[in-house]
């Protein structure tokens, strides 16, 4: 199954091989920007323009939980790889840490000048990569919520960053119609893949690593080689 946000407000869940509607979480009071499920499948993140973070039961529907402290809507939620934690990007600027069993607001990573649009854990959930309308990337240990690196060659917003399976590497895209890859360890742009001249709204890893996947606004979706660039 895959799950979906959308301006109506609601949170639905979908049957892949059949297209169909299994069920739809109500309760935002804003349009759902972000949804996440956790590891195990059991859980659905969802973030919304109402400012809030909501957790939900996938098999019984019932809102588990209400996550309240961004400023302003929130734009991206992510589960960390133990599913112990959720993280969130904001228009207030900040990136979130919150408990998903307590519900408690655990560090609040400061940093950004504009929104956060889509944050990301590395695979040892040890690291969180968050891409902004700033044009910058930005890297925070979870651990003390001490800033790494700041990546920013960019000139346009970022829309999405996302780790590699391996962690030594995050792809990102933007509103310049390019798919960037970078280096972890040196935070050096090791490609640039051209190909769009739209918005490119989401970038992603196959599970092996060695393909890139990007969705633009001109709806389709390319599939990029690692290596080669192409």
């Known amino acids: 199954s895959f799950v979906s946000g959308s301006y109506d407000k609601k949170v639905k869940l979908w049957d892949v091989a059949t297209g169909k509607e299994i069920k739809t979480f109500q309760g935002h009071q804003g349009s759902v920007n972000s949804v996440s499920f956790s590891p195990d ?91 902004s309308a700033d044009s910058r990337i930005k890297l925070w240990e979870v651990a003390s919520g001490r800033e790494l690196n700041t990546l920013n060659k960019y000139e346009s917003w970022i829309f999405s960053v996302n780790f590699s399976p391996d962690g030594k590497a995050i792809t990102s895209s933007g509103e310049d119609g390019r798919v960037k890859l970078w280096d972890i360890s040196t935070g050096q742009e090791q490609k640039t893949f051209n190909g769009y001249g739209v918005f490119i709204r989401s970038v992603s890893f196959s599970i092996d690593g060695n393909t890139i996947a990007s969705s633009g606004d001109d709806k389709s979706v390319k599939l990029w080689d690692v290596v080669s660039g192409r």
């Open 41 to 131: 499948g059991k859980t659905i993140a969802s973030g919304s323009l109402d400012k809030s973070i909501r957790i939900w039961n996938v098999t019984t529907g019932q809102l588990l939980r209400t996550l309240n402290g961004h400023q302003y809507g929130v734009l991206s939620v992510s589960f960390s790889p133990d599913g112990k934690t959720i993280a969130s990007g904001s228009n207030d600027t900040n990136v979130k840490l919150w408990d998903v069993t307590t519900g408690q607001l655990l560090r609040t990573l400061n940093g950004h000048q504009y929104g956060v649009l889509s944050v990301s854990f590395s695979p040892d959930g040890k690291t969180i990569a968050a891409g």
